[in-house]
């Protein structure tokens, strides 16, 4: 069963028209921000400490601002809101969240939510199913999980007038295999690489424009792994727009392959692990599509550094080091010279497997 979102028509500006300069970010930039049609951010996790230090306040308060600006707010919902008691793992980290997490993401303007990942079971069906249900129940619509493989892989479809559909489908390659849905067992999102070739051969025959939202590789790593290449790569032959990945929790490189972006890993958004220099990164990625299909990308850095935030991620300010100042090359540069961005239309063709690596030391 497909999920859809009714869309208003947005005649927007591309980003690149935006023209706010180093000495007055990010105020002019952010209110010369053109509405986009959806936003990708990583990895959410809102465990019970963090609600109780930050009490009245929540982690998405700084960045209200950024998701006011999108018809659509996807996340990585990164374990289970749920009041169940046994976790179905033994494994190390096992993921809670309150139950009231999925209001309170909507209130704050998310609207989808993404459970294709390897903490969606953390605490079993009953685990699974209170996230579907509290998440739902919020207004937000939700993909990558289900009661079985075929609502795991139902994709969101983002429906507006005088422009093409958007399917996002999600996706897991991270383990435990436990975890992924089959016909039968609940779980996360994860189909073979020929099936997901295939459903996404279906969506662009159709004339919806496929995105993959797809959780993989290794955790606090910047180099993707062979395998991340060579689906991407396939994926993209069989007619995806774009790659959108997290789970590494830290940036790692854009590549463009046939004229289309894979974004091996955005990082975290707010992701209440206490503390730690260094593995703690994260970028906002913005989309706009424009009636003939063109996707216009605009990648944001957030400081999501909970040493720096406290939980609670942010635009970088003047003075602060751009941790993507290496990407700002001809090929990703924002017109207008914006720092803490990097830009991609797809109405401009590069090479075939242009690789634009992310800065060791941000």
Same mark, same amino acid.
């Given at each position: 069963?497909?999920?859809?979102?009714?869309?208003?028509?947005?005649?927007?500006?591309?980003p690149?028209?935006?023209?706010?300069?180093?000495?007055?970010?990010?105020?002019?930039?952010?209110?010369?921000?053109?509405?986009?049609?959806?936003? /990708?951010f990583? @990895?959410?996790?809102? =465990?019970?400490?963090? #609600?109780? $230090? +930050?009490?009245?306040?929540?982690?998405?308060?700084?960045?209200?601002?950024?998701?006011?600006?999108?018809?659509?707010?996807?996340?990585?919902?990164?374990?289970?809101?749920?009041?169940?008691?046994?976790?179905?793992?033994?494994?190390?980290?096992v993921?809670?969240?309150?139950?009231?997490?999925?209001?309170?993401?909507?209130?704050?303007?998310?609207?989808?939510?993404?459970?294709?990942?390897n903490?969606?079971?953390?605490?079993?069906?009953?685990?699974?199913?209170?996230?579907?249900?509290t998440?739902?129940?919020?207004?937000?619509?939700?993909?990558?999980?289900?009661?079985?493989?075929?609502?795991?892989?139902?994709?969101?479809?983002?429906?507006?007038?005088?422009?093409?559909?958007?399917?996002i489908?999600?996706?897991?390659?991270?383990?435990?295999?436990? /975890?992924?849905? @089959?016909?039968?067992? =609940?779980?996360?999102? #994860?189909? $073979? +690489?020929?099936?997901?070739?295939?459903?996404?051969?279906?969506?662009?025959?159709?004339?919806?424009?496929?995105?993959?939202?797809?959780?993989?590789?290794?955790?606090?790593?910047?180099?993707?792994?062979?395998?991340?290449?060579?689906?991407?790569?396939?994926?993209?032959?069989?007619?995806?727009?774009?790659?959108?990945?997290?789970?590494?929790?830290?940036?790692?490189?854009?590549?463009?392959?046939?004229?289309?972006?894979?974004?091996?890993?955005?990082?975290?958004?707010a992701?209440?692990?206490r503390p730690?220099?260094?593995?703690?990164?994260?970028?906002?990625?913005?989309?706009?599509?424009?009636?003939?299909?063109?996707?216009?990308?605009?990648?944001?850095?957030?400081?999501v550094?909970?040493?720096?935030?406290?939980?609670?991620?942010?635009?970088?300010?003047?003075?602060?080091?751009?941790?993507?100042?290496?990407?700002?090359?001809?090929? +990703?540069?924002?017109?207008?010279?914006?720092?803490?961005?990097?830009?991609?239309?797809?109405?401009?063709?590069?090479?075939?497997?242009?690789?634009?690596?992310?800065?060791?030391?941000?």
């Amino acid at each position: 069963m497909r999920r859809r979102l009714t869309m208003l028509l947005i005649t927007a500006l591309l980003p690149a028209s935006l023209g706010a300069g180093e000495s007055d970010w990010p105020e002019s930039f952010l209110s010369g921000l053109p509405v986009a049609d959806v936003q /990708f951010f990583g @990895d959410l996790y809102v =465990p019970p400490h963090v #609600s109780r $230090e +930050l009490g009245s306040k929540f982690v998405l308060d700084d960045v209200h601002h950024l998701l006011r600006s999108s018809m659509a707010n996807v996340v990585n919902f990164e374990g289970a809101a749920t009041t169940a008691f046994v976790p179905m793992t033994t494994k190390q980290y096992v993921l809670k969240m309150p139950l009231d997490t999925a209001e309170r993401l909507s209130v704050r303007g998310i609207t989808h939510a993404t459970l294709a990942n390897n903490h969606a079971m953390d605490w079993g069906v009953q685990g699974l199913f209170d996230s579907i249900v509290t998440l739902e129940k919020a207004g937000i619509k939700i993909a990558g999980a289900g009661m079985n493989a075929a609502e795991a892989e139902a994709p969101l479809i983002l429906s507006q007038q005088g422009k093409p559909d958007i399917c996002i489908n999600a996706v897991s390659r991270t383990f435990p295999k436990a /975890f992924w849905a @089959d016909a039968t067992r =609940p779980g996360s999102a #994860s189909p $073979e +690489l020929p099936k997901l070739r295939e459903i996404v051969q279906e969506q662009r025959a159709r004339g919806c424009i496929p995105l993959v939202s797809i959780h993989w590789g290794s955790e606090l790593t910047r180099k993707p792994q062979d395998y991340q290449r060579r689906i991407a790569h396939q994926l993209i032959d069989a007619g995806a727009s774009a790659i959108i990945g997290h789970h590494p929790h830290l940036l790692q490189e854009i590549e463009i392959y046939k004229n289309a972006p894979v974004f091996y890993s955005i990082g975290n958004f707010a992701f209440g692990t206490r503390p730690t220099k260094g593995a703690q990164e994260g970028l906002a990625l913005r989309i706009l599509l424009t009636p003939e299909g063109e996707l216009d990308f605009m990648g944001i850095a957030l400081n999501v550094s909970n040493s720096k935030v406290h939980f609670k991620p942010r635009l970088f300010t003047k003075g602060e080091t751009d941790p993507l100042k290496r990407f700002q090359t001809k090929a +990703l540069r924002c017109e207008g010279k914006n720092p803490f961005t990097v830009c991609f239309s797809t109405k401009k063709t590069l090479p075939s497997a242009a690789v634009f690596e992310i800065p060791k030391n941000l």
